[in-house]
T-cell receptor, first 114, second 114 residues
Framework: DGGITQSPKYLFRKEGQNVTLSCEQN?????MYWYRQDPGQGLRLIYY???????QKGDIAEGYSVSREKKESFPLTVTSAQKNPTAFYLC?????????????FGDGTRLSIL | GQNIDQPTEMTATEGAIVQINCTYQ??????LFWYQQHAGEAPTFLSY????GLEEKGRFSSFLSRSKGYSYLLLKELQMKDSASYLC???????????????FGRGTQLTVWP
C-alpha cells in the first residue's frame, strides 16, 4: 500500500544529543514537509522541500536540520540547539498533479526529553 | 503576516448540526483545506475549496467566501466519532506553484455529547 511512514513512533532524547526522525513515502510525491505540534496547538512548519536537493525553512527552523537526497526520503534532525524539543512531529507529502492537491500525513513521532 | 483564526472549542450533541468557522488573512490565496485530527493521530484531509460556494461531501460540507476571507465546515447528523480537532489551512499564492507551504489555524476541538 502507498503511504507515508514515520519512524520511530516514540523517541527519547538526552541532553546535548542530536536525534533523527525518519520520513519515507512511496506515493511518488514531489513535495515533503515537517511540522511540529504542541499540546492543544495547530501545526507549525519546520522545513519543507518541493524538489530533491532543495528545501526551505519554515516558521520554526532554528535547532532543526533536514536533507532531501532522495525523492522518497526527508529526514529531520533535532539538534542539541533545540532546547524544547518535546512535541509531536508530523511529516507530510504532496503530489504535483494538476490542481492544488492536499497534503497527506504520516502517523507522527512523539519526541520526549529524558 | 499570515493570520488564520478558528474558535478554540465547540460542543454539540449527537444528531445535531455544527458549523466551524475559519477566517483568514494571507498574502494571496490559492485554496483552503479542512482536516480532521483525532487525539494522538495524524490529520486526515476532509475538503478543499478554491472557488466561492459550498462543496458537499456526505455529512460534511465546506463553504468559502474569498471576498470575506471566510470559510466554514458544516457537520450534519453528528456522531460520537466526530469528536476531534478540525484544522483550517490556507494555501497562499506562490507564483504558480502548488507545492508550497500551507498556513494552519490552531484547530477547533469539537466534543460531541450523547
Amino acid at each position: 500500500d502507498g503511504g507515508i511512514t514515520q519512524s520511530p513512533k516514540y523517541l527519547f532524547r538526552k541532553e546535548g544529543q542530536n536525534v533523527t526522525l525518519s520520513c519515507e513515502q512511496n506515493l511518488n510525491h514531489d513535495a515533503m514537509y515537517w511540522y511540529r505540534q504542541d499540546p492543544g496547538q495547530g501545526l507549525r512548519l519546520i522545513y519543507y522541500s518541493q524538489i530533491v536537493n532543495d528545501f526551505q525553512k519554515g516558521d520554526i527552523a532554528e535547532g532543526y536540520s533536514v536533507s532531501r537526497e532522495k525523492k522518497e526520503s526527508f529526514p529531520l534532525t533535532v539538534t542539541s540547539a533545540q532546547k524544547n524539543p518535546t512535541a509531536f512531529y508530523l511529516c507530510a507529502s504532496r503530489s504535483s498533479r494538476r490542481g492544488n492537491q492536499p497534503q497527506h500525513f504520516g502517523d507522527g513521532t512523539r519526541l520526549s526529553i529524558l | 503576516g499570515q493570520n488564520i483564526d478558528q474558535p478554540t472549542e465547540m460542543t454539540a450533541t449527537e444528531g445535531a448540526i455544527v458549523q466551524i468557522n475559519c477566517t483568514y488573512q494571507t498574502s494571496g490565496f490559492n485554496g483552503l483545506f479542512w482536516y480532521q485530527q483525532h487525539a494522538g493521530e495524524a490529520p486526515t484531509f476532509l475538503s478543499y475549496n478554491v472557488l466561492d460556494g459550498l462543496e458537499e461531501k456526505g455529512r460534511f460540507s465546506s463553504f468559502l467566501s474569498r471576498s470575506k476571507g471566510y470559510s466554514y465546515l458544516l457537520l450534519k447528523e453528528l456522531q460520537m466519532k466526530d469528536s476531534a480537532s478540525y484544522l483550517c489551512a490556507v494555501s497562499p499564492a506562490d507564483r504558480g506553484s502548488t507545492l508550497g507551504r500551507l498556513y494552519f489555524g490552531r484547530g477547533t476541538q469539537l466534543t460531541v455529547w450523547p
